[in-house]
């Protein structure tokens, strides 16, 4: 028996699974609570739509920058102390962005970016090591820790914003309790030797794989459910106050849409797997995802209704493009590849989506051509789920 395995008896794992889901709650938290208070953060500081888009843009691009860099932090470091440096970083990105400065709260909004980006691919790989046959079960407790500790912090943000003498300075550096948690039972991990080295590179079959029609189809189908997720996720609640939700309510309802959204990772999980064609699931969740922005577009009064089914056909959608990358692939190489390919464009065309949508907003002055367009993206996404999902590999 290794040294590894000895540490990783049933106490050890009991506080790695702690730490792994402690991680998550950080993956997009810190994120997704900036959206209640966008509104006060553009009256304060006098900033357009467009520059307050920015602000879910910018951890985007980090995350389309720095994934590909992100293995191999991992061969030369460790992937323990990896993790431990990624949560440094976004833990000094919060703490940044709360101080006050407008220009800090910027730079805080990328620096943290850049840790959650690190995290986001490291993660699923400890997944993959060190609980090969738990893989399933971890994501869906991965995805349910994740959703409730952003819909914590969603329905949290205004209270605290609004408490005398408080502004949304404070309910920023709320959320730095997550990391600091994440940091404080990750710190036993530190003391594991690291793993064998693995020679396999990434770069393998990767000139192919960008070649590959199929590999546009399921680039295509995550980059447009990422776009549409994080342009509702981001002015959602700038959407319901223009319908006359009140500040308290619309960062309630932006909660709801977090938890709902991590409901797919336990029914989805393991059904995705067992089936060979996935089409009618791609189609589905995106027309769904469509019925919902519609809803909210024309019906906003059900406005519960339908954040609620936008969450979670959004996060079904967001889950099954992340299942592409790997049932679409014939071996690790070039899932790996594919993984590269799909979140570098994905999450770039995603980073486009808020600021446009800002800009459109203070064009028009409403948000429904916003909705509008996000709706019929959501048709191109059925179109190609429909290619994506069909049983084939590259």
Same mark, same amino acid.
């Given at each position: 028996m290794t040294v590894r395995e000895v540490i990783r008896t049933s106490s050890g794992q009991g506080l790695l699974i702690l730490g792994i889901l402690l991680i998550a709650s950080t993956l997009r938290t810190p994120i997704t609570s900036v959206a209640p208070m966008l509104g006060m953060i553009r009256d304060t500081n006098g900033i357009s739509a467009t520059e307050a888009g920015m602000l879910m843009t910018l951890p985007l691009l980090a995350f389309a920058a720095i994934s590909p860099f992100s293995a191999g932090l991992a061969r030369r470091y460790g992937i323990e102390k990896s993790l431990f440096g990624a949560l440094i970083v976004v833990a000094t990105g919060i703490a940044l962005r709360s101080s006050g400065p407008i220009w800090a709260l910027f730079v805080g909004t990328g620096t943290l970016g850049t840790g959650i980006a690190v995290a986001n691919v490291l993660l699923p790989s400890l997944l993959k090591r060190d609980f090969p046959d738990r893989v399933a079960g971890l994501t869906g407790a991965y995805a349910i820790v994740s959703g409730l500790a952003q819909a914590l912090a969603s329905t949290a943000a205004i209270p605290l914003a609004q408490l005398p003498g408080s502004s949304w300075h404070l309910a920023l550096a709320g959320t730095l309790i997550f990391p600091v948690a994440a940091l404080i039972v990750w710190i036993p991990q530190l003391q594991m030797p690291a793993a064998p080295r693995q020679e396999a590179s990434s770069m393998d079959g990767r000139g192919y794989v960008w070649r590959s029609a199929l590999a546009w189809q399921v680039t295509g189908f995550l980059g447009l459910t990422s776009l549409v997720f994080y342009v509702i996720v981001g002015w959602l609640p700038s959407i319901? %106050?223009? *319908?006359?939700?009140?500040? %308290?309510?619309?960062?309630?309802?932006?909660?709801?849409?977090?938890? *709902?959204?991590?409901?797919?990772?336990?029914?989805?999980?393991?059904?995705?797997? !067992?089936?060979?064609?996935?089409?009618?699931?791609?189609?589905?969740?995106?027309?769904?995802?469509?019925?919902?922005?519609?809803?909210?577009?024309?019906?906003?009064?059900?406005?519960?209704?339908?954040?609620?089914?936008?969450?979670?056909?959004?996060?079904? %959608?967001?889950?099954?493009?992340?299942?592409?990358?790997?049932?679409?692939?014939?071996?690790?190489?070039?899932?790996?590849?594919?993984?590269?390919?799909?979140?570098?464009?994905?999450?770039?065309? %995603?980073?486009?989506?808020?600021?446009?949508?800002?800009?459109?907003?203070? !064009?028009?002055?409403?948000?429904?051509?916003?909705?509008?367009?996000?709706?019929? *993206?959501?048709?191109?996404?059925?179109?190609?789920?429909?290619?994506?999902? !069909?049983?084939?590999?590259?």
């Open positions: 319901l %106050a223009e *319908a006359s939700y009140p500040p %308290a309510t619309a960062g309630s309802l932006h909660g709801l849409c977090q938890l *709902a959204i991590a409901i797919p990772g336990l029914l989805l999980g393991t059904v995705v797997k !067992r089936m060979k064609d996935q089409r009618a699931l791609a189609v589905g969740v995106a027309l769904t995802t469509c019925l919902a922005l519609l809803g909210l577009w024309q019906i906003p009064a059900l406005a519960a209704f339908w954040v609620a089914l936008f969450g979670f056909s959004a996060g079904a %959608a967001f889950m099954l493009g992340l299942s592409f990358v790997s049932l679409k692939a014939s071996h690790a190489q070039e899932a790996a590849a594919l993984s590269g390919m799909a979140q570098c464009l994905g999450y770039s065309l %995603a980073a486009a989506g808020p600021p446009l949508a800002g800009l459109a907003h203070d !064009r028009t002055g409403n948000w429904s051509f916003v909705l509008g367009a996000c709706a019929v *993206a959501t048709l191109l996404m059925a179109v190609l789920g429909s290619l994506a999902g !069909r049983a084939r590999t590259i």
